[in-house]
């Protein structure tokens, strides 16, 4: 088991496969990780006992399977039980990911002697990633498109590189445990070459933090080196040297011609002081978290169910922004799962803190203070997440006195091995699910990319009887409505826009797209001359999302153009109060028609 540990805490935040899979910095993290979990299983199944061979142990692994069966019921009760079981497109951290994170944390509180392999793991992982970032931000890039992570105009286009991690926010939330497993490595590691390593590891993720532009990952790297100023005096001295050393690195590039972009990021935070939309959104956050306090809506469910609780203020301060999720894991925790699993979560953080004071570990302590601070501000995801928990199990399991494990029952390791089976079993199914799933949209979207149309329409009619509806029948609506305008070929056009069609009604049963799904249903059936779908269309975009100004602005010059003016500057209106004066053309159709 150690080795697959290690394995994991390497190969799920480097994970990406662009070209092999659709999602390609989502699925094989998710697929690595439940693999793992199924192997996690066989090793629990084979000791049942380990996990009790610590008081500290024992009351991680009271609280993680309660947290475990907390997950479980919020997700039974879900209004999107299916979404909230596999997890978002977006993320995949739904039901079956959390338990099998928690369930590897249990198989890392029932070994011994993992620790300095996962520090060394988390050092490895963090250099791989860190270079990565690093080369993004200099312009160098064979995996990815450029364009994807750069945003703005002239002197204030910005460069925020994700590295492998799907966003910048989510890969400086990263790399504040390679920062702080570098020193502990530097500091501790019993051979020379790894304490070299590890202090190497600490200055470049500090340098990438920056490169990030993440508040986020820099309030959590400066608690972590508080953390280790109180507490571990002596090796702080390692970590003032990673820092001087990443400042150095970090005023020269900013200093240079290359700094354009970094120069250009500070001047987007003092235009954001307040983190942007973060402080509305907690506000409605909270407010959606009321309605349902005991089991909340099921994991990954707030990106389905937040629109309707979003308020006019956050909706004309960030017009046309998909908050996909709270930005704080305290609250998404509540929102998820109600009151019972956010206080599981905190209680399973403080046993977590108050073990790692009492080991004085000064590693996985700075490290674990460091990810709290920065998940108040960023998405909690699948990498972050395991790093978590697999942090909490190493603190914990080994905080207090072991006792002699006592010997099973021939009866109870039958049974256990059983159980194991079959959770190994639901885990390798569903990865094998998720993966074939994924490649066939990869599939689809090479053909696309190479112009073969009739093999992706062959491709995409045989994914249509095999796989339920996801946000990447948006992608490919879109795909064959752009194939259509372009088509000079009558029976291809035909084809080519029944199939975009068939997938624009497809993405509206997904939850988590259902607004926008709706809006390009509505553009896909005005660009084919059928108003009154579009008009259906348009109102469930409305009745989804009550407060995007979009429908509401699309819908005004329709009913102008189906000569019903009254109603056309009703929603012309309601759509320059949404929008907030951030887009001319919004105003113009209101000003437009009120004048007539």
Known sequence: MKAIVLFTAIAVPLAIAPGLFFFHDVIPKAVIILIAAAAAAFSLGRRPAAVASSQGARWFTSLICTLAASTLISTAFSANAELAWAGSDWRRLGAIELVAIMLIALAIAAGTGVRNGFLRAVCVSGVAAALYGIAQYFGWDPFLPGDAYRAGEGAFRIVRPPATLGHSDYFGAFL??????????????????????????????????????????????????????????????????????????????????????????????????????????????????????????????FIAAFPPFQSVALSRAYPDFYHESPHNFILDALIAQGIPGAVLLLAVLVLGVAAGIRRRDLALLPALAAAIVAHQFSVLTAPTAFYLFAALALLTAEGGGTRPLPSSPSSLRLASMLAASAVAVLFCWTAWRLGQADRQLASIQRALDAGDYRAAADQYRQFLERRPPSTADLYISRRWASAATHSTNIASKLLFSELANTAANRATQSPEVRANAWYNLAAISAAGNRPQAAEAALRCAVQSAPNWFKPHWALARLLRLSGRPDEAVREAQRAFELNGGKNAEVAATFERLASR
């Open 176 to 301: 504040v445990w390679p920062v702080f497993a570098g020193i502990g490595v530097a500091h501790a590691d019993p051979t020379r070459r790894w304490r070299y390593f590890g202090a190497i590891a600490s200055g470049m993720a500090l340098f990438a933090i920056a490169l990030t532009g993440s508040r986020a990952a820099v309030a959590g790297a400066l608690c972590g080196f508080c953390c280790l100023a109180l507490l571990f005096r002596r090796a702080a001295r390692i970590g003032v040297g990673a820092v001087i050393a990443a400042m150095i690195l970090c005023a020269a590039v900013y200093l240079s011609p290359a700094g354009q972009a970094l120069r250009a990021r500070l001047h987007w935070i003092g235009e954001e002081r307040t983190g942007g939309a973060r402080l509305l959104l907690w506000r409605d956050s909270l407010s959606m978290a009321a309605a349902r306090p005991a089991l909340g809506y099921g994991p990954e469910n």
